[in-house]
């Protein structure tokens, strides 16, 4: 035990005599460990960005869609449309859908006295905004009297508010959709930019009575959004859906869905996959710096080995035991990657507050990042230290002590 | 009483094996060299000086004969127990002093004390201190290695033979970097530590550095040719005087 404390005592005192040496060392496991935190830290960043904008997206969302079929880079649209009935029927009879908003979704022109804009049109009920989670800052949503009615009432996002009413309150105003007159009723909060960085204020948002009557020519829709009663339904919102929406297309058993349903939760589990495909596949790239890092160690510890010959040549002929050189070296490895660890770790979490202040892409510096990082750090100086501290042990006191 | 034996050798040979080739480095020597002798090995590059050295010095093994130093038969033991041999019975002295670089002269003396588990020494700042003032460097000992002149390196490396208190102290060449002035005032410290008791062997080829010793060993191609006591033995004042008339 106490011959160990000495052993220590020794191999700090070699650190600290070749500081420059010591240091450069370390440079390889410093930037090695922080890039492993950095990247990690990332990937986690990246996964909590994409899990927040999944649940932003709605709440317990069901999405019903028209099977489609993707061929030859084409999408392809396979089974039957949506239809009104079949909206009525899941309407009537689902127990575990608490709302349900069919879509029927335009591509258009909005104009106003002031300006215009291409824009899409999304033609939905009135409970789209609690499906989406949409709210309206100014004026209000259009009811269900409205729907019925296929009253030419519309929401604006905040885009084409910008575009057609910059400066002034759109509420009471007309704007035309494909020259037909609607009014606007209500302004929705603003989304801010989506992934891949689409405009999601690019929207005008209106009965789905108005928009089949006057602007899409179908009474047909594409995808209807629904909502789960709670996030531990959702599983049961969708195999009721499916049978019900089996039985109104007369689906034989051995026939194939015609509609595709998504629910939240695959959504999440779908980019929790991916996000964590990332942050591994980052790590691995950040880890073999590191192992750059430990060979960066073990060849300069090669080359001490050698230019301390002499040194070690002495020491085994005042007494010293291979054990002791042994130690002495890998002490000296270790406490180098466990310093450029503690330093990586250092470098690691002011780098990702370099970043957050830069991009502002908040990384959170995971806790597990900083001990995967030490911890493989700490393994490197083992095992890149112990081949040259045991070339150390093994040198024959004879030569050793000769050698120029 | 009988007097002690520190060395004590019987028909010790070393041959080393070079492919098919064996080259006969020493051949049955018998030597015994008792405690307070200062001995002087003298041999022509190739006699068998150096394996004799690195036998005695427990840094090689015969390939036959015995081996006993200070009472311990050396043949039979591993290399942890040659370690604690040299650390514990032998103080080491080097032609080319391989002192610790960057290191100073006490942390170098107290070198041989990191090494010892028998835990005999309590207090290894005050040895060294004390190993370097014998030597004559009391107000270096916080001097680095590369701060001290050659002299005074070889009086470090003295230094730290002594600090352990070993039984035999071995020295290679201990003048060979060193110019006559500082040879003579190294050999007189030997003179001065075996005085005190203290048993020398030391390796030369210089014979007026020889010339300080009780007893002078000529080894040629690996056997000892001449054993004999010296008679004239050369002092500090002796030397420096014939120093000064030839040159």
């Known amino acids: 035990m106490l011959q160990i404390i000495k052993t220590f005592k020794v191999a700090f005192q070699a650190i600290k005599k070749n500081r420059t040496r010591s240091l450069l060392t370390m440079l390889g496991i410093i930037i090695g460990v922080g890039a492993v935190i950095m990247t990690i830290s990332a990937g986690e960043g990246a996964t909590k960005q994409v899990q927040d904008q999944i649940s932003g997206l709605g709440t317990n969302l069901v999405i019903i869609a028209v099977k489609q079929d993707h061929r030859a880079g084409m999408t392809v649209r396979k089974g039957k449309e949506l239809s009104k009935k079949d909206y009525e029927i899941l309407k009537e009879n689902s127990v575990w859908l608490s709302k349900l908003s069919p879509m029927a979704i335009v591509g258009s022109q909005a104009i106003s006295s002031e300006g215009y804009k291409s824009t899409v049109i999304y033609g939905v009920s009135e409970e789209y905004f609690d499906i989406l989670s949409r709210e309206v800052v100014l004026g209000e949503a259009f009811s269900e009297l409205d729907v019925k009615l296929a009253k030419q009432v519309c929401l604006i996002g905040e885009t084409i508010k910008q575009e057609l009413f910059e400066g002034e309150s759109p509420i009471g105003k007309t704007i035309r959709l494909d020259k037909v007159p609607f009014t606007v009723v209500g302004l929705l909060e603003e989304q801010g930019k989506g992934g891949m960085g689409s405009d999601q204020d690019n929207l005008v948002v209106a009965p789905y009575t108005t928009v089949q009557n006057r602007l899409y020519g179908s009474s047909n829709f594409t995808v209807f959004m629904g909502s789960a009663i709670s996030e531990d339904k959702i599983g049961d919102a969708k195999i009721e859906t499916t049978i019900l929406l089996r039985e109104a297309h007369k689906l034989l058993p051995n026939q194939e869905d015609d509609f595709e349903i998504t629910t939240q939760v695959e959504i999440t589990e779908i980019t929790s996959k991916i996000t964590n495909i990332l942050t591994v596949l980052l790590g691995a790239i950040a880890s073999i710096s590191l192992i750059v890092g430990g060979i960066g160690i073990m060849n300069i510890m090669l080359v001490s080995v050698t230019e301390r010959t002499r040194e070690i040549g002495t020491r085994l002929a005042i007494g010293a035991r291979e054990s002791d050189i042994l130690t002495q070296f890998l002490i000296e490895a270790v406490v180098l990657s466990a310093a450029g660890g503690i330093l990586g770790i250092a470098f690691g979490i002011i780098g990702n507050q370099i970043i957050y202040k830069a991009t502002d892409f908040y990384i959170p510096t995971a806790g597990y990042a900083i001990a995967i990082g030490f911890g493989f750090a700490a393994i490197i100086g083992i095992a890149f230290g112990y081949f040259p501290a045991r070339k150390a042990a093994k040198l024959n006191p004879i030569d050793a002590l000769r050698y120029e | ?247």
């Open chain 2, 1 to 247: 009483m009988a007097i002690k034996k520190v060395i004590e050798t019987n028909k010790l040979s070393r041959i080393f094996k070079n492919g098919e080739i064996e080259v006969h480095a020493l051949t049955d020597i018998d030597l015994v060299i008792e405690e307070g002798e200062f001995v002087a090995i003298m041999g022509s590059s190739g006699s068998g000086k150096s394996t004799l050295l690195h036998i005695i010095g427990c840094l090689d093994r015969p390939t036959s004969g015995e081996y006993e130093l200070d009472g311990v038969l050396v043949n039979g033991l591993n290399k942890n127990q040659l370690a604690d041999i040299r650390n514990q019975k032998i103080g080491f002295i080097f032609q080319s002093y391989n002192l610790l670089s960057r290191t100073t002269a006490l942390e170098n003396v107290e070198l041989p004390l990191v090494y010892d588990r028998t835990g005999r020494f309590s207090n290894s700042k005050e040895l060294a201190k004390k190993a370097l003032e014998q030597v004559g460097l009391a107000d270096r000992i916080y001097h680095k290695t590369n701060q001290l002149s050659g002299g005074q390196q070889q009086r470090v490396t003295i230094a730290r033979a002594l600090v352990n208190n070993p039984a035999l102290i071995l020295a290679d060449e201990p003048t060979g970097n060193l110019d006559t002035k500082n040879s003579i005032e190294i050999a007189d410290i030997f003179v001065r530590l075996n005085n005190e008791g203290k048993t020398i062997v030391m390796i030369t080829h210089e014979k007026e550095i020889a010339q300080f010793a009780k007893r002078m060993i000529y080894l040629r191609d690996g056997k000892v040719l001449t054993d004999e006591l010296i008679k004239d033995r050369s002092t500090k004042e002796s030397a420096l005087k014939e120093f000064e008339l030839t040159s």
